[in-house]
């Protein structure tokens, strides 16, 4: 029987196991996929070590959001799709019933779309969450523009990275800021128009360097926590403040200027069928053009996720994590 990756109680990641389940069955207007890569996200962590902040329910609960397979059945009422295509998972929304830790999974139809022919199958597992996170912060809700001067905090993660693509290829100017200057080539070479390294720049100072004094149009804070205020001093009068991550849990104080403050959530666009569109039209022209391309830091396989989730908790990862299902 096909194996899957489940977990019974919160804690570390040898609370992941390896369990044999039947085949599941595509209900009407789903798909099954045959999952051949998935990657982990930060959100998989969260809800393994009971930090998530919606509810997951044990015994027996499953992980993954991001995967790519083929498809393998279709269920009734569905049109446009047929055994056999490759596919990219553009949600998951209950994955604790049907999470892509799996060798099969289901989901409706109008959460997959086909995988780019541009992308192998380990990139095309690490591409979505990353770049529909970026595009749905930065263009759907920032509505950001050519020339906008973008602020883009954790830049060396997988979704900083992203956002540096699709502000290059929107024609924004993408100001990088990591905490060490080591990674300043990396992000030069991924398209930052300027790096800022906490451990060397004042933030500050810099920026005003690099926005003629004004101060910065967009910030994407993928951090928040206390450090948020910060950040939001180098904004301009009525920028826009895009909080869409969760690595410090601090509560955040309020911003020190008058900005337009969103909390983003990738499920509000990932759910919504027309901006999926929209996301994979911009995705796709971006791979032909060679203007976007994921970062994949290590390929593991599906028996080795333990340790997929100790590189992540260490911090040391470049890209992601990708996991192939043999």
Request: charged share 20%; hydrophobic share 45%; net charge negative.
């Amino acid at each position: 029987m096909p194996r899957v990756i489940v977990f019974d109680e919160f804690g570390g990641p040898d609370v992941m196991h390896i369990v044999d389940e039947p085949i599941p069955t595509p209900a009407s207007g789903e798909v099954r996929v045959r999952i051949e890569a998935f990657a982990v996200n930060p959100l998989d962590l969260m809800m393994r070590s009971g930090a998530s902040p919606a509810p997951v329910p044990l015994p027996h609960a499953r992980l993954g959001i991001e995967a790519t397979g083929i498809v393998d059945a279709v269920g009734p009422e569905v049109t446009g799709l047929s055994t056999g295509t490759p596919v990219i998972l553009t949600a998951v929304a209950d994955p604790v019933a049907q999470g892509a830790y799996a060798e099969y999974t289901t989901v409706p139809a109008s959460q997959v779309i086909p995988r780019p022919t541009e992308l192998n199958v380990v990139e095309a597992a690490a591409i979505w969450v990353a770049f529909s996170t970026a595009y749905g912060a930065l263009v759907e809700t920032a509505a950001m523009q050519r020339g906008d001067r973008v602020l883009i905090n954790a830049a060396t993660g997988a979704v900083g990275r992203a956002a540096i693509q699709v502000a290059r290829e929107v024609g924004a100017v993408p100001i990088a800021l990591t905490r060490n200057s080591a990674n300043e080539d990396e992000l030069f070479n991924i398209g930052a128009a300027a790096v800022i390294a906490t451990d060397r720049d004042n933030l500050i100072e810099t920026v005003g360097h690099h926005s003629d004094g004004v101060g910065v149009d967009i910030i994407l804070d993928l951090v928040t926590g206390p450090g948020q205020r910060q950040l939001s001093e180098v904004a301009r009068t009525g920028a826009t403040l895009l909080a869409a991550g969760f690595l410090d849990s601090r509560p955040a104080p309020a911003p020190a200027r008058t900005v337009k403050f969103h909390r983003y959530k990738g499920f509000v666009h990932t759910l919504d069928p027309e901006v999926v569109g929209r996301m994979a039209t911009f995705l796709s022209a971006g791979l032909r053009r060679g203007a976007l391309r994921p970062t994949v830091d290590t390929v593991l396989t599906l028996d080795q996720i333990a340790d997929a989730h100790r590189r992540i908790e260490a911090g040391t990862h470049r890209g992601k994590i990708v996991l192939t299902v043999e």
